[in-house]
């Protein structure tokens, strides 16, 4: 199985601060990358696919980036609703594992 | 628009079964896998398996083999999850999602809690 991690686990930021988060995959994955955005008692959103495709409807202030093991999502600028828990997850090969989560709250 | 709509909350005692649906609306049901994610309460997401809803193939995480049967009915467009064998470390909200291209979710039912306890 393919092992995902986060870092950080968990962080604190202003808004407008850029944060950016990194997803490690323990083998190659291609660009079979996803990043999620959960907040709390929500399903989760899709923000982007395929490592640096930006789902529809979703601002352009979140950004995707990486391919092989190494993936960043970055947020350019942090907004108010942007407070919330992202996942990665690899889409490369069953089982589609996700990372552990990332919380991002507020300084 | 897309929507997948769940069935309501349920509370099972230890050894039992239960079975979730799915609801799909708003796209072509045959033309996109729906898969199963939960998430124990404080926790992360678990990825647990799909379904082709065209074909009925599944496929399932090694660790809900045996336990895990995942159906569909084409003429309602439901999806349905059964865990049999229930634990206590069973208890977590059980999401479908459908699947894009390369398999990334791009909707979201809305979640079932399922509580084990005796």
């Known amino acids: 199985d393919i092992q995902m991690t986060q870092s950080p686990s968990s962080l604190s930021a202003s808004v407008g601060d850029r944060v950016t988060i990194t997803c490690r995959a323990s083998?190659?994955?291609?660009?079979?990358l996803n990043w999620y955005q959960q907040k709390p008692g929500k399903d989760p959103k899709l923000l982007i696919y395929?490592?640096?495709s930006l789902q529809s409807g979703v601002p352009s202030r979140f950004g995707g980036s990486g391919s092989g093991t190494d993936f960043a999502l970055t947020i350019s600028s942090l907004q108010p609703e942007d407070f919330a828990s992202y996942y990665c997850?690899?889409?490369?090969?069953?089982?589609?594992?996700f990372g552990p989560g990332t919380k991002v709250d507020i300084k | 628009q897309v929507q997948l709509v769940q069935s309501g909350a349920e509370v099972k005692k230890p050894g039992a079964s239960v079975k979730v649906s799915c609801k799909a609306s708003?796209?072509?049901?045959?033309?996109?896998?729906i898969h199963w994610v939960r998430q124990a309460p404080g926790q992360g997401l678990e990825w647990m398996g799909w379904?082709?809803?065209?074909?009925?193939?599944?496929n399932f995480a090694q660790k809900f083999q045996g336990r895990v049967t995942v159906t569909r009915d084409k003429s309602t467009s439901t999806a349905y999850m059964e865990l049999s064998t229930l634990r206590s470390d069973d208890t977590a909200v059980y999401y479908c999602?459908?699947?894009?291209?390369?398999?990334?979710?791009?909707?979201w039912g809305q979640g079932t809690l399922v509580t084990v306890s005796s």
């Open positions: 999602a459908r699947a894009g291209d390369a398999q990334f979710l791009d909707y």
């Open positions: 708003g796209y072509t049901f045959t033309g996109y896998f």
């Open positions: 379904i082709n809803p065209n074909s009925g193939g599944t």
């Open positions: 083998h190659s994955i291609n660009n079979y």
């Open positions: 395929a490592a640096s």
């Open positions: 997850q690899q889409s490369f090969s069953s089982p589609f594992t």
